[in-house]
């Protein structure tokens, strides 16, 4: 049998690199769902330099009529390594999971198909997540708290409350990758908000995956950092796509992930650094958008300002 060419109703896409220490936990989580329909799951990874390749060449054989690897003798980054795996998903549904976290309840993507088929004006539903610290830095706690049941692309401009593990997404809904979307970051969230204008979201109260922060993972702590400017240009760049039609919310939502940078500087004892980028940002708020700039001091940053040396 030719997989690529077999009709499945729901595909899985999986993305990985150097992630041999979490990746069959990944796959078999997904590959243990129960389901009344066909399901595939692509795997693609991005020519890995650790034992991932080896694990998924077995669970391949372990695994045929299921599981479609790919494999990059190249590293091409995270954004055409995710490209490669959708290019190979057929199915009516498409559900994400990252190689390093799992999903828990072998009844989630029955539960998520079942409401998808219920409500044809859902283009996006999602269920909570455990997060789970790596470190044991933090106590796990669920990712999801006070969630409206329904939502829309409103919610999502302002705010990312959708975990990529948790995603279950209508495929007529996903828009075509606009050129910008090579340097997004995070790489799902244009995906959601994209799909969104195509119907509501809905979420189902119900821990059914668990999301792992690691220091391999992107959205580490000094992963936050780096990504910093990536995230700002990506908001920017879904304010524009969107033809400035929610731009008051995409305007709040900018400025308080750049005083969000001022606080990690803060936190980290750059001061000097954190004044000069405190300067640059009264420039930028106090004088054009005032009643903002009072709502974002509500963050603490004048005190700490004032005291620390």
């Known amino acids: 049998m030719n997989f690529n060419k077999r009709n499945v109703a729901v595909s899985i896409c999986m993305i990985t690199y150097n992630q041999g ?7 078999r989580s997904v590959l243990c769902q129960k389901t009344n329909f066909d399901f595939q799951l692509v795997v693609a990874d991005d020519c ?5 390749k080896d694990i998924l060449n077995s669970l391949k054989f372990e695994f045929p009529d299921n599981l479609i690897v790919k494999l990059s003798h190249v590293n091409n980054g995270v954004h055409k390594n995710f490209a490669s795996a959708l290019n190979q998903c057929n199915g009516e549904y498409i559900a994400l999971c990252d190689g390093d ?16 088929e219920a409500n044809p004006d859902c283009a996006i539903c999602f269920h909570n997540m455990e997060v789970q610290y790596e470190s044991n830095e933090k106590p796990s706690h669920k990712s999801n708290r006070n969630q409206k049941e329904v939502t829309d692309i409103t919610h999502l401009c302002a705010e990312n409350y959708i975990y990529t593990a948790s995603s279950f997404l209508r495929r007529i809904a996903m828009p075509a990758h606009p050129a910008w979307f090579a340097s997004a970051m995070p790489l799902d969230y244009p995906i ?6 195509n119907g509501n979201i809905r979420y189902i109260d119900k821990t059914m995956g668990v999301y792992r922060i690691h220091g391999g993972g992107i959205w580490n702590p000094s992963g936050r950092k780096r990504h910093y400017f990536k995230v700002y240009r990506t908001l920017k760049n879904l304010d524009a796509e969107l033809k400035y039609k929610y731009t008051d919310i995409f305007r709040k939502r900018i400025a308080r992930h750049e005083f969000d940078f001022l606080q990690q500087l803060l936190k980290e004892g750059r001061f000097g650094r954190a004044r000069r980028y405190h300067a640059l940002l ?11 700039y ?16």
């Open 21 to 27: 220490k979490f990746i069959e936990q990944a796959i």
């Open 192 to 197: 959601f908000v994209l799909a969104a204008r």
């Open 48 to 52: 890995s330099i650790d034992n991932t």
């Open 101 to 116: 976290d799992y999903w828990t309840d072998p009844n989630k993507l029955q539960t998520q198909f079942d409401l998808m």
């Open 282 to 292: 009264l420039r930028k708020y106090l004088n054009s958008a005032p009643r903002l």
């Open 294 to 309: 009072r709502y974002l001091l509500s963050y603490g940053l004048r005190s700490h300002l004032q005291l620390q040396p």
